[in-house]
């Protein structure tokens, strides 16, 4: 299975807002899509949604000041 390929789409609630992303995977490999980048992992125990709803939350939390316009320690 791990040579497969298997893709969907994810999402997460931040702020009152509903956030989006795409995820492949592929020989093992999963990387997941966002509006503001895109993060690859190598696909672990836990389900490729489940990964890639994690990975996609990583995505956001870098990028919170493009997402929602903030600063760091400004909530």
Known sequence: M?????????AIQRRGK?????????????TVYGENGSKTAQLGAASAEAMATDLLREI???????VF???????
């Open 2 to 10: 791990l040579n497969s390929l298997k893709s969907g789409s994810v």
């Open 60 to 66: 956001v939390d870098e990028n919170k000041q493009t």
């Open 18 to 30: 509903t956030l989006t992303g795409e995820y492949v995977v592929v020989r093992g490999m999963i």
């Open 69 to 75: 316009g903030i600063r760091e320690g400004i909530p």
